[in-house]
């Protein structure tokens, strides 16, 4: 294979330095809430709220971590000297990011005087992501989807996540999240002097529109009505997202034509919440990096230091306590490596190092470190990243056969939730999806995964149906097609063949591998003709032989490694009102944790059944944090 082919899609591979495609935060730019690289802290012992760093029975401070890296550190030393400005308040909200917005309006709710702490600038705060993953809103159920059993979806995310998440959390994401959802749009009221668009909306037009927010569909709606749950590879997927992204854009972009039509006006939506929350009290403190819990005789959080620009302190006082909402840790890289032991073995073996898994968050783990300063500890292995499966294909993960570098046939491609570790498994080259001229006929029986086809807007469908009709037949160059995958129009190449020898050649398969491919659609074929997939247990529905051409195909490189992606999800623990834990399980009086600082929701990784989730699950547990903090009851 040629490397300029190799080029173009490397940024479409899962299996390669990281994901470039949307399932919550967007972009390398410093995230609100996230702590913008800066000098490690100093070297120095008890924090400034009079408690010791914990270090174990060992003295290690990272005892109770399998890694021989100082991840942790100490907190920086404050002095009295050093504070140059002092704030009383009742709950101090750390990140003003998704989580931060949602806990500030809903403890300035609960009537409580509430401090924010934002590390941007006022002018450059925006919340990044477009995708809003809930549960039975008013807003789904109007348009048809739902009410769902709330039972059988947190039974699916435990199922998903092999059990290696808490239950409790999902509960309170699953049966909180539409109440959330609908409280925060309502609060939307278009237009708004105050209110700053995004780029490329339409200041006409509020982002709650129909025309700006939609249900992402599963393309079998194509022919009707689709009922939810879609069972695919036994796992179960529901249309129960928000996708805030404007009006559609069909052709757009370089010389192509083609271009992304990846972006969002979530940010618009959020700044209404912003608003309530400033009239009943909040204030927003901008350019503050939250650095070190204050914490009484008794071990409760009675406040923070956060470090201005130029290096001193500001005291944020808390008589209630301290809601964390300070995004990840992808962007320390020291401290990923540390603790993302799958990432960092993976990554290790391919040669690479610490600088190349980095997340695209930024964010440095502050409000982890804070927390595990005073007792709190991050949830055990496995940590969960952006683990996102992916194609490399505008068809997204479409369940047509999957082919090696080899040529061989490695897994039941109807379960694209296990795909990411399967990839993993292969060897060097290329992995390719092939289908025939039944393609969009298969295509139409999938679900609507995170990264299946959308027909939310069932333009993205039929035109990429337009672009695969129009692949040149035989072309070794193949041909671009308009990703159908959520929002994006994202350019992929696809080929197209009168044989199955042609198309693998076209995609840089060796003569052997060439050779075992034609004997792998052999016998996918002769599984199709039974009914049964004998060898993967693939489900019937899908078993559609490859037999009629012209045969179509696309393919990433898989290089045995994987980078973080936008943002890995190792939290902290907490108990089920996410009241942060210490090493006995006990509760941390005063602080409580919500957004990516939250442990708990993913277990092995980022496999759920609703999409836009990361960000569902950080408005949600941002409010709920702020309720319970307050008293408010949740359900």
Same mark, same amino acid.
């Given at each position: 294979?040629?490397?300029?082919?190799?080029?173009?899609?490397?940024?479409?591979?899962?299996?390669?330095?990281?994901?470039?495609?949307?399932?919550?935060?967007?972009?390398?730019?410093?995230?609100?809430g996230?702590?913008?690289?800066?000098?490690?802290?100093?070297e120095?012992?008890?924090?400034?709220?009079?408690?010791d760093?914990?270090?174990?029975?060992?003295?290690?401070?990272?005892?109770?971590?399998?890694?021989?890296?100082?991840?942790?550190?100490?907190?920086?030393?404050?002095?009295?000297?050093?504070?140059?400005?002092?704030?009383?308040?009742?709950?101090?909200?750390?990140?003003?990011?998704?989580?931060?917005i949602?806990?500030?309006?809903?403890?300035?709710?609960?009537?409580?005087?509430?401090?924010?702490?934002?590390?941007?600038?006022?002018?450059?705060?925006?919340?990044?992501?477009?995708?809003?993953?809930?549960?039975?809103?008013q807003?789904?159920?109007?348009?048809?989807?739902?009410?769902?059993?709330?039972?059988?979806?947190?039974?699916?995310?435990?199922?998903?996540?092999?059990?290696?998440?808490?239950?409790?959390?999902i509960?309170?994401?699953?049966?909180?999240?539409?109440?959330?959802?609908?409280?925060?749009?309502?609060?939307?009221?278009?237009?708004?002097?105050?209110?700053?668009?995004?780029?490329?909306?339409?200041?006409?037009?509020?982002?709650?529109?129909?025309?700006?927010?939609?249900?992402?569909?599963?393309?079998?709606?194509?022919?009707?009505?689709?009922?939810?749950?879609?069972?695919?590879?036994?796992?179960?997927s529901?249309?129960?997202?928000?996708s805030?992204?404007?009006?559609?854009?069909?052709?757009?972009?370089?010389?192509?034509?083609?271009?992304?039509?990846?972006?969002?006006?979530?940010?618009?939506?959020?700044?209404?919440?912003?608003?309530?929350?400033?009239?009943?009290?909040?204030?927003?403190?901008?350019?503050?990096?939250?650095?070190?819990?204050?914490?009484?005789?008794?071990?409760?959080?009675?406040?923070?230091?956060?470090?201005?620009?130029?290096?001193?302190?500001?005291?944020y !006082?808390?008589?209630?306590?301290?809601?964390?909402?300070?995004?990840?840790?992808?962007?320390?890289?020291?401290?990923?490596?540390?603790?993302?032991?799958?990432?960092?073995?993976?990554?290790?073996?391919?040669?690479?190092?610490?600088?190349?898994?980095?997340?695209?968050?930024?964010?440095?783990?502050?409000?982890?470190?804070?927390?595990?300063?005073?007792?709190?500890?991050?949830?055990?292995?496995?940590?969960?990243?952006? !683990?996102?499966?992916?194609?490399?294909?505008?068809?997204?993960?479409?369940?047509?056969?999957?082919?090696?570098?080899?040529?061989?046939?490695?897994?039941?491609?109807?379960?694209?939730?296990?795909?990411?570790?399967?990839?993993?498994?292969?060897?060097?080259?290329?992995?390719?999806?092939?289908?025939?001229?039944?393609?969009?006929?298969?295509?139409?029986?999938?679900?609507?995964?995170?990264?299946?086809?959308?027909?939310g807007?069932?333009?993205?469908?039929?035109?990429?149906?337009?672009?695969?009709?129009?692949?040149?037949?035989?072309?070794?160059?193949?041909?671009?097609?308009?990703?159908?995958?959520?929002c994006?129009?994202?350019?992929?190449?696809?080929?197209?063949?009168?044989?199955?020898?042609?198309?693998?050649?076209?995609?840089?398969?060796?003569?052997?591998?060439?050779?075992?491919?034609?004997?792998?659609?052999?016998?996918?074929?002769?599984?199709?003709?039974?009914?049964?997939?004998?060898?993967?247990?693939?489900?019937?529905?899908?078993l559609?032989?490859?037999?009629?051409?012209?045969?179509?195909?696309?393919?990433?490189?898989?290089?045995?490694?994987?980078g973080?992606?936008?943002?890995?999800?190792?939290?902290?623990?907490?108990?089920?009102?996410?009241?942060?834990?210490?090493?006995?399980?006990?509760?941390?009086?005063?602080?409580?944790?919500?957004g990516?600082?939250?442990?708990?929701?993913?277990?092995?990784?980022?496999?759920?059944p609703?999409?836009?989730?990361?960000i569902?699950?950080?408005?949600?547990?941002?409010?709920?944090?702020?309720?319970?903090?307050t008293?408010?009851?949740?359900?």
């Amino acid at each position: 294979m040629d490397v300029s082919r190799r080029d173009l899609l490397k940024g479409g591979a899962v299996f390669g330095a990281g994901l470039a495609v949307s399932a919550g935060l967007m972009g390398a730019s410093v995230l609100p809430g996230c702590a913008p690289s800066k000098a490690a802290p100093s070297e120095a012992g008890p924090t400034s709220g009079g408690t010791d760093a914990p270090t174990g029975g060992s003295g290690n401070p990272n005892a109770g971590y399998e890694t021989g890296i100082d991840w942790l550190g100490t907190p920086p030393e404050i002095a009295d000297a050093d504070v140059t400005a002092t704030f009383d308040g009742d709950i101090v909200v750390c990140g003003g990011g998704n989580a931060g917005i949602q806990a500030a309006l809903a403890a300035a709710e609960g009537g409580a005087k509430v401090h924010v702490l934002e590390t941007a600038p006022e002018k450059f705060r925006k919340v990044k992501g477009r995708d809003v993953g809930h549960v039975n809103s008013q807003w789904l159920i109007d348009q048809g989807f739902g009410p769902y059993d709330e039972g059988e979806i947190v039974d699916e995310f435990m199922h998903r996540c092999a059990g290696r998440n808490n239950a409790e959390m999902i509960k309170r994401f699953v049966y909180n999240s539409g109440e959330t959802f609908d409280h925060m749009i309502s609060l939307v009221n278009w237009p708004d002097d105050r209110i700053k668009p995004v780029t490329r909306s339409n200041p006409d037009v509020s982002p709650t529109d129909p025309s700006s927010m939609y249900v992402p569909q599963a393309a079998g709606v194509l022919d009707g009505p689709v009922e939810y749950p879609v069972t695919q590879g036994g796992f179960k997927s529901w249309a129960s997202t928000a996708s805030v992204v404007g009006e559609i854009s069909h052709v757009i972009g370089d010389e192509s034509g083609i271009d992304s039509n990846d972006y969002s006006r979530f940010d618009e939506i959020q700044q209404f919440s912003i608003l309530k929350s400033q009239e009943l009290g909040a204030e927003w403190h901008y350019e503050q990096r939250a650095r070190v819990l204050i914490t009484d005789d008794s071990g409760a959080v009675v406040g923070v230091y956060a470090e201005n620009e130029d290096g001193t302190y500001t005291r944020y !006082n808390a008589k209630t306590g301290v809601i964390l909402c300070t995004g990840d840790f992808g962007g320390n890289v020291e401290m990923s490596w540390a603790l993302l032991a799958e990432i960092a073995e993976c990554a290790a073996r391919a040669g690479k190092g610490p600088e190349d898994i980095r997340a695209e968050s930024m964010c440095e783990g502050d409000g982890h470190k804070m927390a595990c300063w005073i007792g709190g500890e991050i949830e055990p292995l496995p940590r969960p990243i952006l !683990n996102y499966y992916w194609t490399g294909a505008p068809w997204g993960t479409v369940p047509y056969l999957w082919l090696n570098s080899e040529g061989k046939r490695f897994m039941n491609e109807a379960a694209t939730t296990l795909a990411w570790p399967n990839g993993l498994r292969q060897p060097l080259g290329p992995i390719c999806t092939i289908s025939d001229s039944k393609w969009f006929d298969v295509m139409k029986k999938g679900g609507i995964d995170l990264g299946a086809p959308n027909a939310g807007r069932q333009d993205y469908i039929l035109e990429l149906k337009e672009d695969v009709d129009n692949v040149p037949l035989g072309d070794p160059n193949g041909g671009r097609c308009r990703d159908s995958v959520e929002c994006e129009r994202q350019p992929h190449i696809v080929y197209k063949a009168d044989t199955i020898e042609e198309l693998c050649g076209f995609m840089g398969f060796s003569d052997e591998a060439i050779k075992e491919a034609v004997a792998s659609v052999e016998r996918y074929n002769e599984l199709c003709r039974q009914g049964r997939d004998t060898d993967f247990d693939k489900d019937e529905k899908f078993l559609s032989p490859i037999d009629e051409p012209p045969y179509i195909g696309s393919f990433f490189e898989n290089e045995r490694w994987s980078g973080i992606g936008l943002v890995c999800f190792a939290g902290l623990l907490t108990d089920s009102h996410l009241q942060v834990l210490d090493g006995e399980g006990k509760r941390i009086p005063g602080l409580w944790a919500a957004g990516n600082c939250l442990g708990g929701r993913y277990g092995v990784g980022y496999v759920t059944p609703i999409a836009g989730n990361s960000i569902g699950m950080a408005i949600t547990h941002g409010r709920v944090a702020g309720k319970v903090a307050t008293g408010q009851e949740v359900r």
